[in-house]
């Protein structure tokens, strides 16, 4: 089983549409999740963090924790031909603190259909 | 402003050939991180250091070898490339107080071995 598994799409959305975008992790210790970004020929970008079970929201992203179920999500409100990208999911996989590696999923891309 | 350089962008070499790709942080960050990135396989992490002369494996480190002799500089080595090495690789580098989890990426070194 991978690590951090994400559905590789692509997903295509309509504008002003949501986007719902999944992930899971196979460690149950696991305490810190993130989304990145990536546009295509550039290196990714940190959109989103999460480290309590429930729900986050910033601008028209919401990020969504469920320990219980390993599982991750992001939703993006309002989409717009901007967030055309690939979104990775990453957990921090602990040794033990300051010695954890971030571990990225494969990445779901994402289009935005005007 | 925050910034990871890696020193060379694209890179063209032959197979047995040793070769270095470096990567220089200017953020006084205690990690450090080696991903390749191949479509379909996402962001793989190679090496990563928490600390100065310290070094961990992570998920593929065959046939790589990493030195981290000071604070701001990681280098990745291939003692001997194959063509299987020919990727982008991706360094990057996080604080470790606070422990957000935030990488900030360089720009890439785009590997060819022919």
């Known amino acids: 089983q991978k690590e951090v598994e994400q559905n590789s799409g692509p997903l295509s959305v309509p504008e002003g549409a949501i986007a719902s975008l999944n992930c899971t992790y196979s460690?149950?210790?696991?305490?810190?999740f993130f989304w990145y970004r990536q546009y295509s020929g550039k290196s990714p970008e940190l959109i989103m963090s999460?480290?309590?079970?429930g729900d986050k929201e910033d601008g028209r992203f919401t990020a969504q924790l469920n320990k219980a179920s390993q599982y991750v999500s992001l939703l993006i409100r309002d989409s717009q031909p901007s967030d055309s990208a690939t979104y990775l999911c990453?957990?921090?996989?602990?040794?033990?603190?300051?010695?954890?590696?971030?571990?990225f999923g494969t990445g779901t891309r994402l289009t935005i259909i005007p | 402003d925050v910034k990871v350089t890696q020193s060379s962008r694209y890179l063209v070499k032959r197979t047995g050939e040793k070769v270095f790709l470096e990567c220089v942080q200017d953020m006084d960050h205690e990690n450090m991180f080696w991903y390749r990135q191949d479509p379909g396989l996402g962001l793989r992490l190679i090496y990563f250091s928490y600390d100065v002369k310290m070094k961990e494996k992570g998920d593929i480190p065959e046939g790589y070898s990493v030195s981290r002799e000071k604070k701001e500089r990681f280098s990745l080595i291939l003692e001997s490339a194959s063509t299987n090495q020919t990727s982008m690789y991706l360094c990057?580098?996080?604080?470790?107080?606070?422990?957000?989890?935030?990488?900030?990426f360089g720009e890439g070194s785009r590997l060819t071995v022919l």
């Open positions: 999460i480290y309590s079970n």
């Open positions: 990453a957990v921090n996989i602990g040794l033990h603190f300051g010695n954890e590696k971030l571990t």
């Open positions: 460690d149950r210790g696991s305490q810190s």
């Open positions: 990057a580098s996080r604080e470790l107080a606070g422990n957000t989890g935030e990488l900030f």
